[in-house]
């Protein structure tokens, strides 16, 4: 972010390492990034949500181990709310 400015909403799209980790196994081999262990990406996680709770209006945390289509709904639903 540019000093000064911040984005009206920022959705951010939550799941647990393990979840991430699994699907990201079934679809290809993990890079050397995707290779650091699961306490690395629990702290990058708990740390993005930390962002959150302190920014509740601009940051909406969304349950990223639904469906693609009940995520879609539940932007829809998020969307429509702002406008």
């Known amino acids: 972010m540019q000093r000064g400015f911040a984005p009206d909403?920022?959705?951010l799209f939550d799941v647990p390492p393990e979840?991430?980790?699994a699907r990201r196994s079934a679809a290809r081999t993990a890079d050397r990034f995707e290779r650091e262990a699961?306490?690395?990406f629990s702290r990058v996680r708990n740390a993005y949500l930390d962002?959150?709770?302190d920014e509740?209006?601009?940051i909406r945390?969304?349950?990223a181990r639904q469906?693609?289509?009940e995520l879609q709904a539940a932007i829809g639903q998020l969307l429509a709310g702002l406008a």
Do not use: Q
Request: overall charge positive.
């Open 9 to 11: 909403l920022t959705l």
């Open 19 to 21: 979840v991430a980790e």
């Open 38 to 40: 699961n306490s690395f």
């Open 51 to 53: 962002r959150a709770r």
């Open 56 to 58: 509740p209006a601009r």
């Open 61 to 63: 945390v969304l349950d």
């Open 67 to 69: 469906s693609i289509p």
